[in-house]
């Protein structure tokens, strides 16, 4: 114990101290998609005759393609919809579904304090909300479906501390972007991240959301933030546990050891893009590509070391994932898009059908459609290379999605990971901006 | 349990799972058929596989399996014959996946991995805790002591049922 938030949470859930740093934890909640939860279903019905620990605690969601693109997927939500009707587990689908770490914190779903698994490495994301909320494998969804519990070696906490107030044009994608960067693709490695500090008063739960979503890119085990009275809110307009998010934002974390510590001052980080083939390869808009980029990761990127981005062609723009897609991403897009065409193809997804909506109320349907971007139902869309929207090689998109590793869109497809201010402005301009391009297009947004 | 083969050298970091197997051929609902699929659309590490014939253990540098949790990195890997990945660090959700299947996924230093990335085969006992390469070279492994707990029980899921009247005494605590 050393006083953290996640040690509160991790404590109040060990069943049992196993071997070697390990614990088995109590689960109280698994969220189930449709791509990775059917083997775990035949896992449990071939060799425990398919019951379930609690089904009560179970939620599940086709979301990564979804409405199916073709039999195989079809098949694949025919297996969670059949599994979730028969064990009377609600289901969230085709109409009024969501990509499911966007849809479980805006239904009010998720309760901080709560353990989460999901068959899901952006799992991390609910961190936000206070929750212990880890990606796994099949097999260990399948155990905390079977068994309610889970084994994982406990990590170390690592405190990220934000101060400083940042600027208009750096969003928390920004903050997300420079975290992974200042720790590395595997540098979280073995740790779970905690951000505190005053800055975090002036993020949304909804940038929360995009701050934890990105965690497991620098390899850690989850990340979390205590709840205060913005979650606590957050919860209660959403029909979920106040009481809970009331009780444990008064966990004292006023002396709370830390494994380290990663000091970041918001108001000095600028919006960021990525030049390479994992997501810590980050710069500023305007940086240019390191002068020691791997030779591997320049060539699939088609850049040369030392290169600017600004100014830099694409093919395509994504605006969506479950690191961007909320309402509060929608309208920040929105902002760039209004009264401007796009001159690259350009797909704007969102979250879920319930921010479909809230946003078509706002009529940032219409804005993007009008600047020529076509607006989808909701689903994981483009960001894995899975349904809509694959790339060709040596294709080149901005966005805001949060994996740019090799073939991720689509087998030789290049990846630029940025924000949906910075994705919105490649759009219009049909390339990478600068920063002076990004800060006009975001002043006469605000003359508008 | 001992595994004993060719060597498939991927001397890069950061392979993450949709380089191992893209999402694109995720549409299963069972892990069969998946081994075809290794690799597929990533080149370099496809010729690299294509002049492995028959390798057995796949060497790669830090962050291995990093990415996705998707377990089919681990069923389209173990499709192909491997038994065992050998890399200076695992992301935590592909050492879990492996383990979980009997893909043995062995930590050894880099220097070490470095050593195994230029052998052509190599031979790892897990009784006497070694790994061998052909020259003699021989270093010492260690597998998770947790997770012979699970062997032990039958496996990952086995020992969770188990657990079962335990997690139900905890939650009417």
Known sequence: MSGTYFDAVWDAHVVERLPDGNDLLAIDQVVAH?????????????????????????????????????????????????????????????????????????????????????????????????????????????????????????PQVLEIRLHGRRARRTSAKDLALAYVRALGAGGGAGFALEFTGAALADLSVDERLTLCNMAVEAGATTAVVAPDAATAAYVRERGGDGDAAARWSRVDTSGARYARLLELD??????????????????????????????????YMGLQAGQTLDGLEIDQVFIGSCTNSRLTDLRAAAEVFRGRRVRVPTIVTPGSQRVKREAE???????????????????????????????????????????????????????????????????????????????????EAVCA | MRVAGPILALPFSDIDTDQIIPASHLTVVEPAGLGRFLFDGHAELLGRLADAPGARIAVALHNFGCGSSREHAVWALQQRGFQAVVAPSFSRIFLENAYNNGLAPV???????????????????????????????????????????????????????????????????
């Not at chain 1, 068959?119 to 991390?124: A, E, L, M, V, W």
């Not at chain 2, 930590?107 to 052909?134: G, M, Q």
């Open chain 1, 34 to 154: 449709e791509i990775t939860t059917p083997p775990a279903i035949g896992q449990i019905e071939r060799e425990f005759g398919g019951a379930l620990f609690d089904a009560s605690a179970i939620v599940a969601v086709n979301d990564h393609v979804s409405p199916a693109k073709d039999a195989a997927t079809a098949l694949q939500a025919q297996s969670l919809r059949t599994w979730a009707k028969r064990n009377e587990i609600p289901l969230y689908d085709v109409g009024d579904n969501g990509i499911c770490h966007v849809l479980v914190p805006e239904r009010g779903l998720v309760s901080p304090g709560t353990t989460v698994v999901c068959g899901d490495s952006h799992t991390c994301t609910l961190g936000a909300m206070g929750a212990l909320a880890i990606g796994v494998g099949t097999t260990v969804q399948a155990g905390a479906m079977l068994a309610g519990c889970a084994v994982f070696k406990r």
């Open chain 1, 266 to 299: 918001v108001a000095s980080i600028e919006p960021a893009i990525t030049w390479g083939t994992n997501p810590a390869q980050a710069t500023s808009i305007g940086g240019t590509v390191p002068s020691d980029a791997p030779a591997e990761a320049l060539a």
């Open chain 1, 361 to 443: 109320r706002e009529g940032l349907h219409d804005v993007f459609q009008d600047a020529g971007a076509l607006w989808t139902h909701s689903s994981c869309g483009p960001c894995l290379g899975m349904s809509m929207g694959v790339l060709a090689p040596g294709m080149r998109c901005v966005s805001t999605s949060n994996r740019n590793f090799p073939g991720r869109m689509g087998a030789g497809g290049r990846v630029h990971l940025a924000s949906p201010v910075v994705a919105a402005a490649s759009a219009v301009l049909g390339h990478i901006p600068g920063a002076a391009a990004l800060e006009t297009l975001l002043e």
């Open chain 2, 107 to 173: 930590v050894l230093p880099v220097e070490h991995v470095r050593a195994c990335l230029d052998a052509p085969h190599a031979e790892l006992d897990f009784t006497t805790k070694s790994l061998r390469l052909p020259d003699g070279t021989t270093f010492a492994i260690e597998l998770d002591p947790v997770r012979e707990l699970f062997l032990e029980s039958g496996g990952y899921l086995r020992f969770l049922y188990d657990k079962i009247p335990a997690v139900r005494a905890w939650r009417a605590a």
